[in-house]
Nanobody, 116 residues
């Protein structure tokens, strides 16, 4: 049973930084990703990383500001978010799958609010 637990969300001022974490159990070799969903909007891809961490992918809206990484010894994936903007406000979800798409395993989400 794969379980994903996100943490690190909160309230931050525009221009600030946050680091999200996703602790995984039940697997260690899956592709992992972050998605987000803002109020009234569809879920949006943020970033993904292969299981060895050799390849990463980012959505256009976060390129140059957000960085995904993982520590397989800790079974944890991170999302470092810099230069945050109010439009980054959303619930951020961690996802995993051996061969996406689709991603079949999801966390409960962690809320990020960026104030202007």
């Amino acid at each position: 049973q794969v379980q994903l637990v996100e943490s690190g969300g909160g309230l931050v001022q525009a221009g600030g930084s946050l680091r999200l974490s996703c602790a995984a159990s039940g697997h260690s070799t899956y592709v992992m990703a972050w998605f987000r969903q803002a109020p009234g909007k569809e879920r949006e891809f943020v970033a993904a990383i292969t299981w060895r961490g050799r390849s990463t992918y980012s959505g256009d809206s976060v390129k140059g500001r957000f960085t995904i990484s993982r520590n397989n010894a800790k079974n944890t994936v991170y999302l470092q978010m810099n230069s945050l903007k109010p439009e980054d406000t959303a619930v951020y979800y961690c996802a995993a799958d051996p061969s996406p798409p689709p991603y079949n395993y999801w966390g409960q989400g962690t809320r990020v609010t960026v104030s202007s």
